[in-house]
């Protein structure tokens, strides 16, 4: 095997580790036919440009034939292969006089069991740079002048027997001191089940699993400075709903986020871990503002449209005072509130217009929000675009809100430069701007599931050699990196990241620094500060951005909302928890989700149109005008909490020859109902030309003349006999009722007369009228005695004749037109 040659930085190794080392090789030379010699080289630590970052591979399979000749070369036999589980290393960054412990299990995934078999470490040649990590953690074979010989001895763990399919759990203990380590550098350390079959009864590796043995004994020259971003988000809870009531109770749509609030939760391990940590917090302020409204009354949506109340205040109230004590005296970042996706702004919603608006407002509430619920000052000067990747657009978007520093990652903003070293995270982007670029082979080192053990293990492993060799790639030179891991961390990956930190605490290559610090650092003069151009955006990242869609329907409710509040006399009681909604909207958290983002949006916009339409015409049936001119009533519901105002309510007629409203076409009303749930009737004058149905619509409008509403439509019939023309009628029958009434008293005054005169009585001289009498009266002849003037008329049928109709005592009826709001028959 080879040895690594000193270089500068580095201790020498001991002529004891060079001397077993070829001992154990020459001894195995007859099994390795072949094998070609490795020379001894020293590692270059070189800061290769970035490959392709993701979650590392957890496992390393075996395989390859083997034989005699290949006893100790890693191969899976046909009759099966071993899975070796490394579960747990510790300590994960050995110092001299510590022992090393590895843990884990064995299972025989063949057909056959294995006999005579042991479970063996091996120390393998120190590694030249951080792209020898990657490869060999991505390599799936066991390589003997690589990984090294077998420590062997009393540190392997025997195993008579491994039967198919039934695991069996290892532990080994080796001292540092054993391991003979020389210079300061990252190591490969495998684990290997060594073992015969049936088939093949010699000794063969069967199977194998690699990982990464950091050794910095004592304290580097220089160290690193590392900023450690702990992100405190989740995705949406509250909806836009309140109750209503006046302290607007809000309305979850579930209770996930009480079950991450819980011990062991996921945002409960976060607030833990992060309190034990020196890290920068990054934190989304809707996550706060909804664990505020969680402590007090809250209702949570049920089935149907219904609401259930909440039960969780009291674990709202321990997590908020949890975080409130972890952040004392720490680096707070405040993200815009609800984390906007600065992306899908950047290259579909800025197109259309008030979306970033949107981003501004959510900056300063943001802002305020996590100062207020947690009693301190945050910055809130950072961007943080998905996935660290950005472009001109979306740094352009990310300043339009005021940030000047634009949280990106190395596989976005990436070397062209061949520096052998990874420079400062700080680089100057123009217009003011400073990229903070964070690592991106340390920021998604805790990606996948880190539930099971052995991916926690490898990841820590993984994690602290790239921080080391980072440390080694220029000894003597101080560089300040940033890692910005994944937005939203399960609690498990959690646990990961605060274990790898921890074993960072000791500061022997690495010392903790806040993000402010770290984008204040020095600029490396070589590092790159182009940003990559649109086309350089990764495609995979664009097809998770939000639509265009997105931003019209968020763009809709926004013009609803406003139309709407026109109206109210508490507009503060809907503006704020709508435009926070909307906020919510166009958060980061629905990425990978859109069917979930279209339901919020149609959830906010549905709940909007429902309030508004609380202000509303009630339905009207057809009216019967039975005059020339009549008094026509609309009524205006209010069901909201609060009243409204700055509305006009307008009726038109849609025939006005026939049927005029007020003075022509139409008349307006204001309307103003001062409390809620109430009604307002507002009353139209009209005026009838012609008979017959004429079609009206009532129509309520804003001051600015916009409709709000939808119309109420009813005819109106004017009838031919009006309510005036049976009047006239009327009083016509009552007239000649008081007409034949004179004439009966006249008769009978005229009567009582001739009665006093007596029967001898004769006729005068002359005719004369009685002044009694009226024209063509008695003539004064005695009735016995007057001819009869009726022709045919006996004597002895002659009657006095009957007083004319007196001269009517009431005036002729006026033919001028009737007075306005005179009811009379057409």
Same mark, same amino acid.
């Given at each position: 095997m080879a040895e690594a040659a000193d270089f500068p930085g580095t201790s020498p190794s001991p %002529?004891?580790?060079? =001397?077993?080392?070829?001992?154990?090789?020459? %001894?195995?030379?007859? =099994?390795?036919?072949?094998?070609?010699?490795? %020379?001894?080289?020293?590692?270059a630590y070189a800061a290769t440009p970035e490959l392709k970052t993701g979650a590392p591979t957890a496992k390393t399979a075996v395989s390859g034939p083997g034989g005699a000749a290949e006893g100790l070369k890693a191969a899976a036999t046909r009759s099966g292969t071993v899975d070796v589980s490394l579960d747990s290393l510790t300590p994960s960054a050995p110092r001299e006089g510590d022992t090393v412990t590895v843990s884990g299990t064995v299972t025989n995934e063949g057909r056959q069991p294995i006999t005579g078999a042991h479970v063996g470490l091996h120390l393998g040649s120190v590694l030249g740079g951080r792209t020898e990590i990657d490869t060999a953690a991505k390599s799936s074979t066991f390589q003997p002048g690589v990984d090294g010989a077998e420590i062997g001895g009393k540190y392997v763990e025997k195993i008579s027997k491994l039967a198919p399919g039934v695991p069996r759990d290892f532990r080994i203990s080796v001292p540092v001191s054993a391991l003979d380590l020389g210079m300061d550098g990252v190591y490969r350390l495998g684990v290997t089940l060594t073992g015969q079959t049936a088939a093949r009864p010699y000794p063969q590796v069967l199977g194998f699993e690699r990982t990464f043995l950091p050794w910095q004994d004592g304290a580097a020259e220089t160290k690193t400075k590392t900023a450690y971003l702990w992100p405190l988000i989740s995705s949406t809870h509250l909806t836009a709903r309140t109750r209503s009531d006046e302290e607007q109770t809000p309305v979850f749509e579930n209770e996930d986020l009480a079950k991450e609030l819980r011990p062991g939760g996921r945002l409960e391990q976060l607030v833990t871990l992060g309190g034990q940590l020196d890290v920068t917090w990054v934190i989304d302020p809707d996550l706060l503002v909804s664990v505020q409204a969680m402590t007090t009354e809250y209702d949570v949506e049920g089935p149907d449209d219904t609401t259930v109340p909440g039960k969780n205040q009291a674990v709202a109230k321990q997590w908020l005072n949890q975080l409130q004590t972890a952040v004392k005296d720490k680096k707070v970042v405040a993200l815009p509130f609800a984390d906007p996706d600065l992306a899908s702004l950047a290259h579909t919603g800025k197109a259309v217009s008030g979306s970033l608006g949107h981003l501004k407002e959510a900056t300063e509430v943001g802002s305020k929000a996590v100062g207020d619920i947690l009693m301190l000052k945050p910055s809130s000067d950072f961007a943080w675009p998905a996935d660290g990747a950005i472009d001109p657009s979306i740094v352009d978007v990310a300043t339009s809100a005021g940030a000047h520093k634009v949280i990106a990652r190395s596989d976005s903003l990436r070397e062209t430069a061949g520096l052998s070293y990874t420079p400062n995270a700080a680089r100057p982007i123009g217009g003011g701007t400073t990229a903070v670029v964070a690592d991106a082979r340390l920021s998604t080192g805790f990606q996948g599931d880190m539930t099971d053990a052995e991916n926690s293990t490898l990841a820590v492993q993984r994690f602290l050699a790239q921080s080391l060799m980072i440390t080694l790639q220029e000894p003597s030179k101080q560089r300040t990196i940033v890692v910005a891991p994944q937005r939203m961390p399960t609690a498990s990956q959690a646990q990961t990241m605060a274990k790898a930190l921890t074993a960072l605490d000791d500061k022997r290559w690495s010392q903790p620094e806040d993000l402010a610090a770290a984008a204040k650092a020095?600029?490396?003069?070589?590092?790159?500060?182009?940003?990559?151009?649109?086309?350089?955006?990764?495609?995979?990242?664009?097809?998770r951005e939000l639509p265009r869609s997105a931003f019209e329907e968020i763009r809709s409710t926004q013009d609803k909302l406003e139309r709407f509040t026109k109206i109210l006399s508490q507009p503060d009681r809907v503006i704020t928890p709508f435009a926070r909604a909307m906020d919510r909207e166009m958060s980061t958290s629905w990425r990978g989700r859109p069917d979930q983002a279209l339901g919020y949006r149609g959830g906010v916009e549905g709940y909007l149109t429902d309030l508004a339409q609380q202000v509303r015409l009630i339905k009207k049936s057809d009216a019967k005008l039975s005059g020339r001119s009549a008094t026509i009533p609309v009524t205006v519901q209010n069901n909201l909490v609060q009243g409204v105002d700055h509305l006009t309510l307008?009726?038109?007629?849609?025939n006005p020859t026939r049927l005029k409203i007020g003075d022509g076409l139409y008349e307006e009303q204001p309307v103003k109902i001062t409390g809620g749930g109430h009604t307002q009737s507002v009353k139209f004058t009209t005026t009838a030309n012609a008979n017959g149905p004429v079609r009206v619509y009532a129509q309520l409008f804003t001051e600015d003349n916009e409709p709000y509403g939808p119309p109420v439509y009813f005819d109106v019939n004017v009838t031919e006999f009006t309510v005036t023309v049976m009047l006239v009628i009327g009083g016509g029958v009552l007239l000649l009722v008081l007409a034949g009434f004179r004439m009966y008293t006249q008769r009978k005054r005229a009567a009582r007369l001739q009665a006093e005169a007596g029967p001898d009585s004769g006729p005068q001289d002359g005719p004369e009228d009685s002044p009694e009498d009226g024209p063509g009266g008695g003539s004064g002849e005695d009735p016995d005695t007057a001819s009869d003037p009726t022709p045919g008329a006996g004597p002895d049928t002659a009657e006095p004749e009957q007083p004319s109709d007196p001269t009517p005592d009431t005036a002729a009826e006026s033919a001028e037109p009737s007075h306005t709001g005179e009811r009379v028959d057409r």
């Open positions: %002529a004891r580790r060079w =001397l077993r080392r070829t001992a154990g090789l020459l %001894a195995g030379a007859t =099994l390795l036919a072949g094998l070609p010699h490795v %020379a001894a080289t020293a590692p020095k600029p490396d003069p070589s590092a790159t500060t182009q940003v990559p151009s649109a086309a350089a955006y990764p495609a995979s990242l664009r097809k307008r009726l038109t007629s849609t």
